[in-house]
């Protein structure tokens, strides 16, 4: 059995860029920062960081291509002497919204 043949390269090829034009015309109508801010309180000393995150190039695709994922530690200045790390992993779906979320280390502030 070997399934359906493989469509033309140049079909696939007109294809993909159909895709690429789409995705531009979205980006140019409605202009979004592809950036994600979240604020966490560090459990130890109590101490506010804050993360920032490309959403363009930090995420990497999930096996599955279903959605991105990206971990992100942070460390305080140290002016409290504490030198906790605060782990955070974000998954969010293909259009970068924030599907879940998991903290260790602190805990997240709303904004
Ligand atoms: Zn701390």
Redesign the pocket.
């Known amino acids: 059995m070997y399934g359906q043949p493989a469509l033309p390269a140049h079909f696939q090829y007109n294809n993909r860029m159909g895709f690429f034009k789409k995705l531009s015309d979205l980006f140019n109508t409605a202009p979004v920062k592809p950036i994600y801010n979240f604020s966490v309180r560090?459990n130890?000393?109590g101490?506010m960081l804050t993360g920032r995150i490309d959403l363009h190039n930090e995420p990497s695709l999930d096996d599955d291509g279903k959605g991105y994922h990206v971990r992100k530690v942070l460390i305080?200045r140290g002016e409290?002497h504490?030198f906790?790390q605060v782990t955070v992993e974000l998954d969010f779906d293909l259009n970068h919204k924030l599907k879940s979320r998991e903290i260790s280390g602190g805990t997240f502030i709303e904004a």
């Open positions: 560090c130890r000393c101490e305080g409290q504490c906790n």
